[in-house]
T-cell receptor, first 115, second 110 residues
Framework: EPEVTQTPSHQVTQMGQEVILRCVPI?????FYWYRQILGQKVEFLVS????????KSEIFDDQFSVERPDGSNFTLKIRSTKLEDSAMYFC?????????????FGEGSWLTVV | QKEVEQNSGPLSVPEGAIASLNCTYS??????FFWYRQYSGKSPELIMS????GDKEDGRFTAQLNKASQYVSLLIRDSQPSDSATYLC??????????FGAGTTVTVRA
């Protein structure tokens, strides 16, 4: 069964360092998303991406965050200068054709610990 | 602010019983509703989707939607210990963002 894959599964980084989280969405999907979940809190929307551009972003997704689809398969989330409060599980997700009437599939997540 | 509210639990039920989970949402124009299951430290796993008023059944799971009351529920029949997890209600409004509730933790006692 096709699945969303994410790397790394866990990364520890020092405050102020840049981090890139990588995702391979399901191959025939058109919409891609990043969500995050701080330990013990709810899953929060960060950004959605369609047709090689951001379609929606939340207030969390400020200038230190960026997304990119560098080739036909990868979808990345970059955090330019990490802060302690960026420590969270980051989930990549994809869907065939947008939310309404379509299932969103989540990857297994990347734990980011900022020290 | 579009809110999705759930009772945090924990909801403890004996094995074989029915677990009933509730969710309310604030955005009246919401169109799509989902229930996800999340085990500790894992990603959300889709259990059910529902788009129109009424009931939708899939195996031991039944989702119920009432748009007039802005309410969606999930029933788990014949609960098993493996059903012990956090259940997340998620709602899509017309801005296409999936908003999650905080989740209800369910514990099934053997």
């Amino acid at each position: 069964e096709p699945e969303v894959t994410q790397t790394p599964s866990h990364q520890v980084t020092q405050m102020g360092q840049e981090v890139i989280l990588r995702c391979v969405p399901i191959s025939n999907h058109l919409y891609f998303y990043w969500y995050r979940q701080i330990l013990g809190q709810k899953v929060e929307f960060l950004v959605s991406f369609y047709n090689n551009e951001i379609s929606e972003k939340s207030e969390i997704f400020d200038d230190q965050f960026s997304v990119e689809r560098p080739d036909g398969s990868n979808f990345t989330l970059k955090i330019r200068s990490t802060k302690l409060e960026d420590s969270a599980m980051y989930f990549c997700a994809s869907s065939p054709g947008g939310y309404t009437g379509n299932t969103i599939y989540f990857g297994e997540g990347s734990w980011l610990t900022v020290v | 602010q579009k809110e999705v509210e759930q009772n945090s639990g924990p909801l403890s039920v004996p094995e074989g019983a029915i677990a009933s989970l509730n969710c309310t949402y604030s955005d009246r124009v919401s169109q799509s509703f989902f229930w996800y299951r999340q085990y500790s430290g894992k990603s959300p796993e889709l259990i059910m989707s529902i788009y129109s008023n009424g009931d939708k059944e899939d195996g031991r799971f039944t989702a119920q939607l009432n748009k007039a009351s802005q309410y969606v529920s999930l029933l788990i029949r014949d609960s098993q210990p493996s059903d012990s997890a956090t259940y997340l209600c998620a709602v899509v409004s017309n801005d296409y963002k999936l908003s999650f509730g905080a989740g209800t933790t369910v514990t099934v006692r053997a």
